[in-house]
């Protein structure tokens, strides 16, 4: 808060007031009931429900099936994360050095982030289509016999290609503003310092990326972990069966599909300890890079 | 800026890196690119056509059709869901959610930067605690509480649970400590009350600010996906991106797949959202990469 501020005090309760009500019934209570709901068995036909304790997420923990699915999500988050990163920061950096086109590359490489996940999905779709998709023709090419939707490994390939190119131009966005807002003065002096190109890079430029691309890397897990929830739904065709899902969506297909609610519930739970733990992380981590700031 | 120095004294070798760049960044632009010109592709061409051929190097003259098609054929049961139905749904979507969004947010900013409040300190932590938990995992509770509340297949069910999170709020506050101190002392002692300074100075400043959120949080609003399929079951409150869903069902079921429509409806979902960022690219920029200090 400033030092030189209003003394009302009606009206910053006034002006609080809507947001902290929405949050509160739309966010608070749904958490809480999810909570609560955790420790309960409902009965399928909803007459009722039992309270279980830790049994829901017993079962859980139990479950070959959970245990695939999170494995599924670990791999998958890493994948994403890591091929996004680097392509943005290699095509950040080339759009950085080049003169001729900057602008123009620079529209071509963003335009993506506006695409809805589900929509890149289904461009997905029809890239991968069993019988003339470009890309199964392509795969094909090379003795690849592709089958979006029914092999488990396929499918995983689509939707890791897919989340890539959907994030992509986020990353790059963030990286090029970085590169940007060097001072020129660090540039000349690396020149100076350092003939060779990816010399500079490592020695200068990575390290002085280093908060940026530690911030895009937590947005970067989120979006692997959350986002991609319209990528999974449009990929697997609706039919989860054999098919690779995420953690969040897994989420989806046993509270809705299977009216499983303790169950989901539980999932849900076990999520937002989950993100809790990595946004506690993510503010200790902060805490230390304020000290490790190169500019 | 760097190259150009290094061109002078060397200049052979150099153009093979620059050429070598050039490469990158238009294998880049393919990668960006060719997915949707391909789709765009086959939205020229008649159903049949694409069944047996696929995607290929040339423009058909089924354009016209396909776009009458699209937009007011309706593929559901009521007959409600065409692509203008669709349409209208996805503007409201996106500008109410956009509306609300940055309305909520500057107002719970200015009250927690600019006033001396007692409960500020927990007012602060019960909304960004939002900012940790999507809403994908607390799907279900928040479904059964639209439900209860009677929400269900309304626009303000749709818009106002999404709003529930602070991004706003958080992106204006820091924006609103940046501003001069100054500003209030001088406001006060010109007699300036806290409305006044409000409407007269801070949103005047704020102004490019609303507008790179603006353009945010509409494109974050036409985009949603998991909350309307769940809250909306009636085909007349469709958005174009929830009825994605419905198309690669179709889809999938058809004898004869209307390739030409349903691509033709992806790529009406995604122009809107697009072409508001390529316009106005540098506000969006700005507005993004400010987000995270």
């Known amino acids: 808060m400033k030092r030189a501020g209003f003394a009302n005090t009606w009206l910053p309760i006034l002006l609080l007031i809507p947001q902290l009500s929405i949050v509160a019934i739309f966010f608070y209570w749904p958490a809480l009931e999810a909570v609560q709901s955790s420790f309960f068995l409902q009965d399928p036909f909803g007459?009722?429900?039992?309270?279980?304790?830790?049994?829901?997420?017993?079962?859980?923990?139990?479950?070959?099936?959970?245990?695939?699915?999170?494995?599924?999500?670990v791999i998958f988050t890493l994948l994403v994360t890591f091929l996004s990163l680097a392509i943005a920061l290699l095509l950040a950096v080339k759009a950085d050095t080049i003169l001729r086109g900057a602008k123009t590359y620079r529209t071509l490489l963003m335009w993506v982030y506006a695409v809805a996940p589900p929509v890149a999905?289904?461009?997905?779709?029809?890239?991968?289509?069993?019988?003339?998709?470009?890309?199964?023709?392509?795969?094909?090419?090379?003795g690849w016999d592709f089958v979006l939707g029914v092999k488990f490994n396929d499918t995983a390939f689509a939707m890791v290609l897919v989340s890539v190119w959907k994030q992509v131009p986020v990353n790059f966005i963030f990286f090029l503003s970085g590169l940007q807002s060097f001072p020129k003065s660090?540039?000349?002096?690396?020149?100076?310092?350092?003939?060779?190109?990816?010399g500079r890079f490592w020695d200068i430029t990575f390290p002085l990326l280093a908060p940026t691309g530690f911030f895009l890397l937590i947005t970067n897990i989120t979006y692997a972990l959350f986002d991609t929830f319209g990528v999974?739904?449009?990929?697997?065709?609706?039919?989860?069966?054999?098919?690779?899902?995420t953690l969040v969506y897994k989420v989806y297909v046993d509270g809705f599909r299977g009216n499983d609610l303790g169950g989901s519930s539980a999932q849900s739970v076990i999520l937002m300890v989950l993100v809790l733990v990595l946004a506690l992380t993510v503010f200790?981590?902060?805490?230390?890079?304020?000290?490790?700031?190169?500019? | 800026m760097v190259d150009i120095s290094v061109t002078r004294t060397a200049r052979r070798p150099i153009?093979?890196?620059?050429?070598?760049?050039?490469?990158?960044?238009?294998?880049?632009?393919l990668f960006m690119l060719l997915p949707l010109l391909i789709v765009l592709q086959t939205t020229t061409m008649p159903d049949t056509d694409i069944i047996q051929h696929g995607p290929q190097l040339k423009i058909g003259d089924q354009?016209?059709?396909?776009?009458?098609?699209?937009?007011?054929?309706?593929?559901?049961?009521?007959?409600?869901?065409?692509?203008?139905?669709?349409?209208l749904n996805s503007f409201i979507l996106g500008l109410g959610f956009a509306f609300g969004k940055i309305v909520l947010g500057m107002m719970a900013a200015y009250a927690l930067v600019y006033f001396r409040l007692r409960f500020a300190t927990i007012a602060f932590w019960l909304i960004f605690t939002t900012l940790l938990l999507p809403l994908e995992v607390r799907i279900l509770p928040s479904y059964k509480v639209v439900q209860n509340l009677g929400m269900l297949n309304t626009y303000h069910g749709l818009i106002v649970p999404l709003i529930a999170s602070a991004t706003a709020t958080f992106f204006f506050r820091q924006f609103f400590r940046s501003v001069p101190e100054e500003l209030v002392e001088a406001a006060r002692i010109d007699g300036a009350g806290p409305v006044k300074f409000f409407v007269d100075i801070l949103v005047p400043l704020s102004q490019t600010m609303i507008a790179a959120m603006f353009i945010i949080m509409f494109v974050y609003g036409w985009n949603q996906y998991l909350w309307p399929t769940m809250i909306t079951t009636e085909e007349s409150m469709y958005t174009l991106v929830r009825g994605i869903k419905q198309i690669t069902q179709v889809l999938e079921g058809a004898a004869v797949p209307e390739f030409g429509r349903s691509n033709l409806l992806a790529i009406i979902a995604v122009v809107p959202p697009v072409a508001i960022v390529i316009f106005f690219q540098s506000w969006f920029v700005k507005g993004l990469t400010e987000s995270d200090k």
Do not use: C
């Open chain 1, 284 to 295: 200790q981590f902060r805490l230390v890079e304020r000290r490790i700031h190169y500019t």
């Open chain 1, 121 to 142: 999905g289904f461009i997905g779709v029809i890239m991968f289509n069993q019988t003339w998709g470009p890309l199964t023709n392509l795969a094909g090419l090379v």
């Open chain 1, 232 to 245: 999974v739904d449009t990929l697997v065709k609706g039919e989860p069966g054999n098919n690779p899902m």
């Open chain 1, 186 to 198: 660090v540039r000349e002096a690396a020149l100076i310092d350092n003939r060779s190109a990816s």
């Open chain 1, 47 to 73: 007459f009722g429900s039992t309270f279980v304790g830790f049994e829901n997420y017993a079962d859980l923990f139990g479950s070959a099936e959970y245990r695939k699915v999170a494995w599924f999500t």
């Open chain 2, 63 to 87: 354009f016209d059709e396909n776009l009458q098609k699209a937009m007011v054929q309706a593929s559901g049961f009521s007959g409600e869901n065409t692509g203008l139905r669709m349409m």
């Open chain 2, 15 to 29: 153009r093979w890196t620059v050429l070598l760049d050039h490469a990158v960044l238009i294998a880049g632009s």
